[in-house]
T-cell receptor
Framework: EPEVTQTPSHQVTQMGQEVILRCVPISNHLYFYWYRQILGQKVEFLVSFYNNEISEKSEIFDDQFSVERPDGSNFTLKIRSTKLEDSAMYFC?????????????FGSGTRLTVV | GESVGLHLPTLSVQEGDNSIINCAYSNSASDYFIWYKQESGKGPQFIIDIRSNMDKRQGQRVTVLLNKTVKHLSLQIAATQPGDSAVYFCAENPSWGGSNYKLTFGKGTLLTVNP
């Protein structure tokens, strides 16, 4: 079964450092997303990406965040200057176009710890 | 603001029993709903979805019921097994079929299956 792959699985970084979280979406999918989940809380939408541009972003996704699809397979989330409150699980997701059952698929996540 | 939420934060059942997990939503424009299962340290795993033009959909051992009148969604798991132990989230999208398939998640219900 097709998977969304995320690397690394765990990233520890010092406050103020830049981090890049990487994702390989499912190959024939068209829409790409980043979500985050602070420990014990619900999954929150960060940003959606379609046709090589951001289609929507949340209030969380401020100027410190950026996304990129540098080639035909990777989708990255960059945090320029990490803060303690950025510590969370970050999930990449992708979906194809269409109605029910089109497989809105999440990766296993990257646990980001900012110290 | 509009949100998706869950009635019960925890549910404990005996192996073999049926489980019912509930979800209330407040966005009357919600058109598409998904139930996800999340095991510890993993990303949300798609279980079943339903469009607002349906009131019931069945999968393997799972059934989703949608009551648009009271804006309520439920997930029924038949013959619950220890492997079903996880956090279950409902998620909604207000307008599937547009250019953005952003999901709004509820808080989650922890299902514990006792052998």
């Amino acid at each position: 079964e097709p998977e969304v792959t995320q690397t690394p699985s765990h990233q520890v970084t010092q406050m103020g450092q830049e981090v890049i979280l990487r994702c390989v979406p499912i190959s024939n999918h068209l829409y790409f997303y980043w979500y985050r989940q602070i420990l014990g809380q619900k999954v929150e939408f960060l940003v959606s990406f379609y046709n090589n541009e951001i289609s929507e972003k949340s209030e969380i996704f401020d100027d410190q965040f950026s996304v990129e699809r540098p080639d035909g397979s990777n989708f990255t989330l960059k945090i320029r200057s990490t803060k303690l409150e950025d510590s969370a699980m970050y999930f990449c997701a992708s979906t194809g176009r269409g109605p029910l059952g089109y497989g809105y698929t999440f990766g296993s996540g990257t646990r980001l710890t900012v110290v | 603001g509009e949100s998706v939420g869950l009635h019960l934060p925890t549910l404990s059942v005996q192996e073999g029993d049926n489980s019912i997990i509930n979800c209330a939503y407040s966005n009357s424009a919600s058109d598409y709903f998904i139930w996800y299962k999340q095991e510890s340290g993993k990303g949300p795993q798609f279980i079943i979805d339903i469009r607002s033009n349906m009131d019931k959909r069945q999968g393997q051992r799972v059934t989703v019921l949608l009551n648009k009148t009271v804006k309520h969604l439920s997930l029924q798991i038949a013959a619950t097994q220890p492997g079903d132990s996880a956090v279950y989230f409902c998620a909604e999208n207000p307008s599937w079929g547009g250019s953005n398939y952003k999901l709004t998640f509820g808080k989650g219900t922890l299902l514990t299956v006792n052998p």
